[in-house]
C-alpha cells in the first residue's frame, strides 16, 4: 500500500469546516483513499472512501485532487464530538486484507 | 447485532502470566482482524482470518503470541508469558471478503497492562 502523509494535529474552533488534508503522492492508479477516525479510547470507526471523484455522506466530505496524489476531508459542522485522530489510507478495494494505519492526524475541536 | 464485541475491556495482568482475549465478529462478517495498539501510535496489524483459516501472520507476532477462529465466528488470541512490552490496546475488526466488501468495522478494544 501507498504511504501517506498527514499533519500531526490540527485544531478547528466548534462549527466550523474542519479541512483535514492529506498527501498520498505515489498512489498507484488502482488504490483508493479510504479515511478512518478514532475517538479515545474507542476502535477505529470508518469515515469515507473514494477513488477519483469527490464523495459525501453523512459523516464528511472528500475531496481528491485531480491527479490524485493528494485529498482533503472535511467535517462541515465540526463539533466537540469530533475530536479525534484522524487517519489517511491508502488501498486496494477489493483486496479485502490489513489495513495499514499511519500516525494520522489528532484534530482538536475547541469550544 | 450490535457490532465487534471484545472481552474484557481491560486486563492487568503480572510479568510472565497467560492471557486470553475474545472477539465476536459481525455475525455475517468472514474476515476477521487483530490489531495492537499503543500509545500514541496507530494500529499495527498482527494477524487475519477468513473464516477459520488465518491467512496472513505479522511478523509482530512473536512464537508467544497465538490467535484462532475455531468455528469461523468468533476469536481469540493468547499470548503466553507475557511482557511488560506486550502492554497495549488489542483491536479486533471484522468485514465481509467479497466484490463490493464492506469496510472492517473494529471493536473497542482490550486494554492489556503488564506489571
Known amino acids: 500500500d501507498a504511504k501517506t502523509t498527514q499533519p500531526t494535529s490540527m485544531d478547528c474552533a466548534e462549527g466550523r469546516a474542519a479541512n483535514l488534508p492529506c498527501n498520498h503522492s505515489?498512489?498507484?492508479?488502482?488504490?483508493?483513499v479510504y479515511w478512518y477516525r478514532q475517538i479515545h479510547s474507542q476502535g477505529p470507526q470508518y469515515i469515507i472512501h473514494?477513488?477519483?471523484n469527490n464523495e459525501t455522506n453523512e459523516m464528511a466530505s472528500l475531496i481528491i485532487t485531480e491527479d490524485r496524489k493528494s485529498s482533503t476531508l472535511i467535517l462541515p459542522h465540526a463539533t466537540l464530538r469530533d475530536t479525534a485522530v484522524y487517519y489517511c489510507?491508502?488501498?486496494?478495494?477489493?483486496?479485502?486484507?490489513?489495513?495499514?494505519f499511519g500516525k494520522g492526524t489528532r484534530l482538536h475541536i475547541l469550544p | 447485532d450490535t457490532g465487534v464485541s471484545q472481552d474484557p475491556r481491560h486486563k492487568i495482568t503480572k510479568r510472565g502470566q497467560n492471557v486470553t482475549f475474545r472477539c465476536d465478529p459481525i455475525s455475517e462478517h468472514n474476515r476477521l482482524y487483530w490489531y495492537r495498539q499503543t500509545l500514541g501510535q496507530g494500529p499495527e496489524f498482527l494477524t487475519y482470518?477468513?473464516?477459520?483459516?488465518?491467512?496472513?501472520k505479522s511478523r509482530l507476532l512473536s512464537d508467544r503470541f497465538s490467535a484462532e477462529r475455531p468455528k469461523g465466528s468468533f476469536s481469540t488470541l493468547e499470548i503466553q508469558r507475557t511482557e511488560q512490552g506486550d502492554s497495549a490496546m488489542y483491536l479486533c475488526?471484522?468485514?465481509?471478503?467479497?466484490?463490493?466488501?464492506?469496510?472492517?468495522?473494529f471493536g473497542q478494544g482490550t486494554r492489556l497492562t503488564v506489571v
Open positions: 489510507i491508502v488501498r486496494v478495494r477489493n483486496r479485502d486484507d490489513k489495513i495499514i
Open positions: 473514494g477513488l477519483k
Open positions: 482470518f477468513q473464516n477459520e483459516a488465518q491467512l496472513e
Open positions: 475488526a471484522s468485514s465481509w471478503a467479497s466484490r463490493g466488501s464492506t469496510e472492517a468495522f
Open positions: 505515489t498512489i498507484s492508479g488502482n488504490e483508493y
